[in-house]
């Protein structure tokens, strides 16, 4: 259970091992240091060369960041349109304008996944602005990444697609990198050399390229010192930028103590689902085959079979699981819910099974439904447990969160029966998945999936590219 001293440790870790600083107003942000107390998992320890690298970014986004004169200049270069020089020292305040789509789960994703570019060895880049407290964790730089954007494109010229295109004669100030699949170049090193001379670097993409930077000889020798561990990279990332806003921590601290906390253990599954898919029996039975024989949850047994443990109506002396359930619909959720109320569990065992919203349909831009979102992430990452849905970038933080390998549900198995088949695995690591990754590797047009240290394709996405 979450006993004292766990509770202590946990609390002593309210920085991440030094990802954190103290000093933060707590009240403004009441996350940022109160998260680490509702997991047991006290997550993996960042390297030392990870948190002085992240020190100096700090400062140095206090010297280029918005509100800075060199911000200002550096903008007023990009909008006068002129071309740098021939060969221009490179400026010290380089700027990265991050642009991503769609789900929470992917625009999380994709702004964790710039912040590592600028670590590269020579470069000077600020990366983007940490995500101190938010509610919804990007909106409130999206408005300003756009406006930059659309003004760096119109100058652009010429620049997008291959790094090198813009590059004859004298270069532009910016270049767009758009998940296109010209745009793999992004991922070769004599393309990265090229990128380096430009001030403005767009970055429009909804995935995590993580994967893609270690693919950079110019780059792996550094990344590897910042984080010897590769399949930690996400987990470091996102506590070190997402901290849920003080209303969004209310969703989650809230739910959490009524539903969660009293338990031995607690488990998450992510059921993703999309609004227009019929309720499936074959993926409920999945999910109960997958959560049963992978021993997360007890077997239910015959009602005649002798009465539990201890006739104690408070249910002392046995084990308890609380469940958490995430998901657009309630089916499920209800489904398994009721399963264990019509049936017993395994050795008398409390099964609690909660679910805290179905929004039914994604409402994108809405804020309230955000919320809710960006509330389950981080509950699903609070549970000791987690099952997830292959494929889905909402549970893949979820899991880079809580510093956990998932359980992952099998999409398409070969028979569609729930009566065969394994009905999860086992994720190789609790890293994200890059989608779309490029196919080969720049100079010897292997797959890197096969040729790179600690790289590989992904369980889900056969053509994607993970960490481990
Ligand atoms: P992905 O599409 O699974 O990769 O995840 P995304 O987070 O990128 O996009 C799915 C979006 O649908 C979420 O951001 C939510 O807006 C909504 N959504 C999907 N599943 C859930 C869920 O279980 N709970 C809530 N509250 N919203 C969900």
């Known amino acids: 259970d979450f006993s004292s001293s766990a509770y202590t440790r946990a609390a002593h870790d309210k920085l991440h091992g030094g990802l954190l600083v103290e000093g933060f107003d707590e009240e403004s942000c009441r996350s940022q240091y109160q998260s680490a107390t509702y997991r047991r998992n006290t997550g993996r320890r960042p390297s030392g060369h990870l948190v002085s690298k992240l020190r100096r970014h700090e400062a140095l986004q206090r010297r280029c960041g918005p509100g800075t004169a060199a911000y200002r200049d550096a903008l007023e270069q990009l909008k006068s349109g002129r071309n740098a ?142 984080f010897p561990e590769r399949d930690a990279v996400f987990h470091h990332l996102g506590r070190y930028l997402f901290h849920p806003a003080n209303h969004v921590w209310g969703l989650v601290t809230r739910y959490y103590r009524a539903h969660l906390a009293w338990a031995q253990r607690r488990v998450g599954i992510q059921v993703r689902v999309f609004p227009w898919e019929p309720d499936s029996p074959e993926l409920l039975g999945r999910i109960t085959r997958c959560t049963q024989e992978e021993g997360l949850l007890p077997r239910v047994v015959d009602t005649e079979e002798p009465a539990a443990v201890t006739a104690d109506p408070a249910g002392r002396g046995v084990k308890s699981s609380a469940v958490l359930i995430t998901s657009l619909k309630a089916w499920y959720y209800e489904q398994v819910k009721g399963m264990y109320w019509e049936n017993a569990a395994a050795g008398g065992e409390v099964v609690v099974v909660g679910q805290p919203s179905h929004e039914e349909y994604q409402r994108y831009g809405m804020r309230s439904h955000e919320y809710k979102a960006w509330a389950e992430i981080f509950l699903l990452s609070l549970t000791d447990m987690l099952v997830t849905a292959g494929k889905s970038t909402f549970g893949y933080v979820a899991h880079g969160l809580a510093g956990m390998r998932p359980w992952v549900l099998l999409l398409n198995q070969a028979n569609g029966t729930a009566g065969h088949g394994r009905p999860c695995s086992r994720g190789v690591s609790m890293e994200p998945c890059f989608h779309t990754a490029p196919p080969y590797d720049c100079k010897r047009r292997r797959d890197s999936g096969e040729i790179v240290p600690r790289v590989r394709h992904c369980e889900d996405v056969p053509t994607g590219l993970k960490l481990f």
Not at 146 to 160: I, K
């Open 85 to 226: 020089a021939a060969a221009p020292p490179p400026p010290e305040c380089m700027y990265l304008v991050s642009i991503s789509y769609r789900g929470l789960g992917n625009r999380l994703l994709a702004a964790a996944s710039p912040f590592l570019y600028p670590a590269a060895p020579s470069s000077s880049t600020p990366a983007p602005r940490r995500i101190r407290c938010s509610a919804s964790p990007l909106r409130q730089n999206a408005g300003e990444r756009r406006a930059q954007a659309g003004r760096g494109e119109r100058f652009a010229g010429g620049s997008r697609g291959h790094a090198g295109a813009g590059v004859r004669g004298h270069p532009p100030r910016l270049q767009v990198y758009n998940q296109t699949d010209h745009d793999k170049l992004f991922f070769c090193d004599e393309d990265q050399r090229l990128l380096s001379s430009f001030q403005w670097l767009v970055l429009r993409t909804d995935g995590y390229i993580v994967p893609g930077l270690f693919l950079l000889e110019t780059f792996r020798e550094e990344l590897d010192a910042l």
